[in-house]
């Protein structure tokens, strides 16, 4: 089955230690998202990949980066997590040609 | 004002009866109106998709879109545990970007 698969499904991590979170997707679509939700919260788009074009959310923190090295794949990377970093981080694919988005099961950040 | 307005109530229903969700957006460029339904500690899960007004139904499940009203609906037709779960509603525009609601927590007695 075509899907959205992200790992690890839950992280630990220390304040301040560099976390990559990945996503990969077999639907072979050509945008990605990363999402940052936390608890009774909608998802909030941090950047997406429209091909290899990165375009990042104005509020997006400087601390969160992405990197999409092909089509399959998409990696993000905290360089330093803080307490407040703590949330799920949702992957979501769609085609250009349609504006569904399609939710991998998500990775759950925790931050000591 | 928040471009896309959902009571974030919880909902408890009895199994069997008829659930209802709505959502309002002020945003006229919006074209494209999704459900999405998330269990707890899991991703969204796309519930139900259109782009045009009126109903879409999928077995239990309809969604309305009423553009000039600026107004969605979702409704869960005899509700059953198994659909209790957070539904989000979201909208886009075309740009490769959602507007979501806070969400409905939903729970379906037995």
């Known amino acids: 089955d075509a899907m959205v698969i992200q790992n690890p499904r839950y992280q630990v991590t220390q304040f301040g230690k560099p976390v990559t979170l990945s996503c990969s997707q077999t639907?072979?679509?050509?945008?990605m998202y990363w999402y940052q939700q936390k608890s009774s919260q909608a998802p909030k788009l941090l950047f997406h990949?429209?091909?290899?074009?990165?375009?990042n959310e104005a509020d997006t923190p400087d601390n969160f980066q992405s990197r999409r090295p092909n089509t399959s794949f998409c990696f993000l990377d905290i360089r330093s997590p803080g307490l407040g970093d703590a949330a799920m981080y949702l992957c979501?694919?769609?085609?250009?040609?349609?504006?569904?988005?399609?939710f991998g099961p998500g990775t759950r950040l925790t931050v000591l | 004002q928040k471009e896309v307005e959902q009571d974030p109530g919880p909902l408890s229903v009895p199994e069997g009866a008829i659930v209802s969700l709505n959502c309002t957006y002020s945003?006229?460029?919006?074209?494209?109106f999704m459900w999405y339904r998330q269990y707890s500690r899991k991703g969204p899960e796309l519930l139900m998709y259109?782009?045009?007004?009126g109903n879409k139904e999928d077995g239990r499940f309809t969604a309305q879109v009423d553009k000039s009203s600026k107004y969605i609906s979702l409704f869960i037709r005899d509700s059953q545990p198994s659909d209790s779960a957070t539904y989000l509603c979201?909208?886009?525009?075309?740009?490769?970007?959602?507007?979501f609601g806070k969400g409905n927590q939903v729970v379906v007695i037995p």
């Open positions: 979501a694919t769609s085609s250009v040609s349609y504006n569904e988005q399609f």
């Open positions: 639907l072979n679509h050509n945008v």
């Open positions: 990949y429209y091909d290899k074009d990165f375009n």
């Open positions: 945003n006229s460029a919006f074209q494209y």
């Open positions: 259109t782009y045009s007004s």
């Open positions: 979201a909208m886009g525009d075309g740009n490769n970007r959602l507007a």
